[in-house]
Structures are given as structure tokens and as C-alpha cells.
């Protein structure tokens, strides 16, 4: 095809170093920066595919997210702001790795399976984290896509959820800019907040630690549109320090700390973003030191009773129901399901599963532990919840209820989690609620639990059912399981392959953090055993 000579020329300005092989993972494209050039190259290529496809616009995100610094990582957004539909994965990964003389073939197979009309007009919009090598690969990204002859818009430095929320608008409003995306969530956040009581619990100040990252940038941005509604104290807000670098959501949820660079007093309440802030952690410590964390479980229960308590208010018939993978600690799904009444789902990990589980709902809050979650709406839902907003006769009570869920709605980033619109969200419903830090963490104690990981030979031997709760190969591992997890009390255990990592992930809980600890050692004693362990024995945690 004519349109190809174009590629086949600029491609060898981004060559691929022969034999290189990536996947499009749960997250995109992740890998060492230096190996990404010509992947940005052909993600731009085919991101305009993708929107001949869909005669729509299309999102290119250059970010590592949570990575190191030195990483990076490329993800298409797909027409509505969600991630990239799955056959479109399977592209990306074929594209990637096709060898420099197979790359017009390659583009050529997606072109005739997807029956594409090269004729039809794409548009692609590119956005990137603040990543050293950020700026060079998305000048990749826009090579591809004008070597197809195709326009493309750059947003420069944005968060990942701004991307996508900017691919939604374009393709559902004909426009898009950041500052519609500052205006529309501070403006629901005003209003939600205008009339909040004064508590003595709930402090106003919060701290947060932006991760030395993009959300930094982006909070500093947000904050001229607070009207000094919300005060803020930002620490590594990336003029000093390494992106990620003992910092950030990852960094705190997983080493269960706070990050460095952050000066907390006693009860303070302070949050983390991640790299591309799409995660978002609290935490707090407690008069005797006590670390407390507020993860995605906590979030997602505080929201959920939020939601569920106006629409009764309100008195509107809409079914909210929560979605976690089998990483939420069983406390939460506990309260949610004994305490709140609530319909709760436990999917795959991945953002997409839940996702994808919480459409399903009238009101679906979805959460994983590690911080990343949203809530979704239905189209009537919305509709029924916006109709009784504007209706003059009802009782004051119910009013209050309405409005305060109308603006709920427009806070929140419906495309994909988002720290910054989570952020408001929970600070305006602490306020509303005039709850402190600490009245929000004791809606329910956490089990004590242990995440470990062990290295085997070959991951893929082990294969799991039921979200991931239960293995189903290697022969034998999921009645070991049983067994470990019988003897104490509380206690639950599963394990599953990585999809980011060359490890397999084993979580344990139970009513103590000894028995957590324990349990966690001797299931990953059964994955070395059973499922061909490599290097060392797994030893027992020192605590
Ligand atoms: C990716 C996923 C995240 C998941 C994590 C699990 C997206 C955008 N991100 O970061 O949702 O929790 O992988 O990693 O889907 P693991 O498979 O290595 O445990
Ligand atoms: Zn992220």
C-alpha cells in the first residue's frame, strides 16, 4: 500500500533491536526505556488504525506509572476512555515484535482482519508522565501516527486518568482541555463541600506525597481552582527527588510505611499518588507510633456507605455494589456484605476485570487494594439521579440528599481510577460527614495479612478459578492450600501467577500478624515444592 512506503522509511529511524520480544501486558507496554523506541513508534501507527477502526479518537499514554524512573511504558485508550479492547492487545503485542522487515506485513495482517478503511480520517492524542525519557518516545508515538498521514494532538505532561478522560470528552463533547477537567471536578467538590459542618475531627489540612511524579504537577494546577476549599501540603513534588523512589502509593501500600520526604505530625491525614496518579493511598499514624494504612479496600467502603446512604436518602431504587479482587482484605468484603447490605464481586486482578464487573450495576464502586478504582454510573442511573435533582417538589431531606449525589456523579473520573478526582472525593465526603482520618478507619479493622512472592521455573504452570481465589494446577497445590489455611483462625491464602512479574504472588490473612506471616511462609513452601520453586527455599519471616 501506498501509505506504507511513509512507515517503511521513517521505521528504520526507530529500529528494533532484533529478538527482542514484549508483551502488551495487564498495563501496557513495560519495560527498560532504552528498548522502547520503536514500540512508541508502532503504538502510533497503531493507535491510528485503532481510530480509523472506530472513526473516533484515541489515547496514547507514555508512562511506567509505579516503574522506577528508568522504565516506561505505553497504553492506548480506546473510544469511551477505557482501556484498549483485547483483540487490540493482541495487536499491539504482533506489532511490537515484528522484526524490522516483517513490520509492513504485520500492519498489513491488523488492516485486512479489521477490514480498516485506510481512507477514513484518525485522530490520535498523545499524553506523558514526567519521565526523563518521556519526551523523546512520545515524539516517537507522533512519528508513527504521521507517518499514516494522520493528525495527532500532544497534551504534554498529563496524568493517565486526565488521558483518558480527555479521549471520553473528545469523542463524546467534539472537544477537550484540561482546564474543562480542573473546572468540572472542583466545581462538584465546591459544591459538595460548600455546606459541610465544621467538625473538630475533621482537620482540613491534608498532606500529600505526589510520588516525585506527574500528579504533583497536576495537584498544583487543581489547587487554583479550590478556592482554598482544601489545603494542601505537597512533599516530593519531584523538584528534588526520583520519581517513585521510596515514595509514592506503590511504595507505601506494599512496604506498609510512610514515604520519605514527608513530615507528618500524629493523626495527620496524608495520602500517596503513584507515578502516573492513577493510585491513591491514605494513611496516618496513631498517638503510639502505629502506622495506619487507608488502602483501596478502605476507600472503596467509605465511598460505597457514602453512595448508598444518599440514594436511600434520596429514596431512589438503584442497586450499588461493590467490586475487589481476592487481594481486599476479608474485613472489607465482611462489611460490605453483613454490615452494608451490599452486592459485592470479586474479579481477576486488572483494572479492566473490575471494570468491566462494575458496568453491570446501577452504581458500581470498584477497587483494588493497591489504590486504583472508580465508581461507574449506568446511563439511567445518571439520568434518574440527575431528573431528581432538578425536580421541585420533594422534601427538603430528600433535596439535600439529591444534590449532594448529583454532584458526587460529576466528581468523579468514570473513565479509570484517578488520584486526584479520588482525592476530592474522599475528602468531600469526610467533610460532609464530618468524620476524621480515624473515625474513617475504624468503619472496620483490618485482618492482618502478608503478601510474599516465590520464583519458579515457569509461572504458567500454575492456573486458577474462581477470580483467582482457588488453583486448579499444579495437582495437589490448592489442597495443600487448604489445609495450611485450616489451621488458624480467620485465615484465607491464594496464590496466582504475576502478570507483571516473573514471580508467583502469594497473599495470606488471618487474625494475627504471626499467623499471617506464618501462613504466607508455609504456602509459598507449598508453591516452591509443588510447583517447581527455583533458587532458595522460601525462609520464615522475621518479624
Ligand atoms: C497492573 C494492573 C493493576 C494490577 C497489577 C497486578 C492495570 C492498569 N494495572 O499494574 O490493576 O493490580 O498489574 O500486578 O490494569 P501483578 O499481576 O504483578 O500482581
Ligand atoms: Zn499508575
Known sequence: MAEF????????????PTG???????AGFRTTAKHLDHVMFRMGLLAVLRSKKTRSTIGVMVTASHNPEDDNGVKLIDPMGEMVALTWEEYASQLANAEQEELLHSLNDIVKKETIDMSQEARVIVGRDTRPSSESLSRAVFDGVQCLGSHFHDYGLVTTPQLHYMVYCQNTQGSATLEDYYKKHSQAFLHLTKNAPVHANAQRRLLVDGANGIGALKLRELEAFLQKQ???????????????????????????????GIQMEVGERCCSFDGDADRIVYYYTNSDGHFHLLDGDKIATLISTFLKELITEAGLDLQVAAV?????????????????????VCT?????????????????????????????????????????????????EKKHAIQLLDNTVNLINQTVGDALSDMLLIEAVLAVRGMGVQDWDAMYTDLPNRQLKVKVADRRVISTTDAERRVVSPAGLQEAIDKLVAKYQQARSFVRPSGTEDVVRIYAEADTQESADALAHEVSLAVYNLAGGVGEEPKPLKL
Request: net charge positive; proline share 3%.
Open 5 to 16: 512506503e511513509e512507515v517503511s522509511r521513517k521505521s528504520k529511524l526507530h529500529p528494533k
Open 230 to 260: 482544601l489545603l494542601v501540603a505537597l512533599f516530593n513534588d519531584g523538584s528534588t527527588g526520583k520519581l517513585n523512589h521510596l515514595c509514592g502509593a506503590d511504595y507505601v501500600k506494599v512496604q506498609q510505611k510512610p514515604p520519605q
Open 20 to 26: 527482542l520480544k514484549l508483551q502488551y501486558g495487564t
Open 324 to 344: 475487589q479482587t481476592a487481594y481486599a482484605n476479608g474485613s472489607s468484603t465482611r462489611f460490605l456484605e453483613d454490615t452494608m447490605k451490599m452486592t459485592v
Open 348 to 396: 481477576k486482578t486488572g483494572v479492566k476485570h473490575l471494570h468491566h464487573a462494575a458496568q453491570k450495576f446501577d452504581v458500581g464502586v470498584y477497587f483494588e487494594a493497591n489504590g486504583h478504582g472508580t465508581v461507574l454510573f449506568s446511563r439511567a442511573a445518571e439520568e434518574q439521579i440527575h431528573q431528581l435533582a432538578k425536580s421541585p417538589d420533594i422534601t427538603n
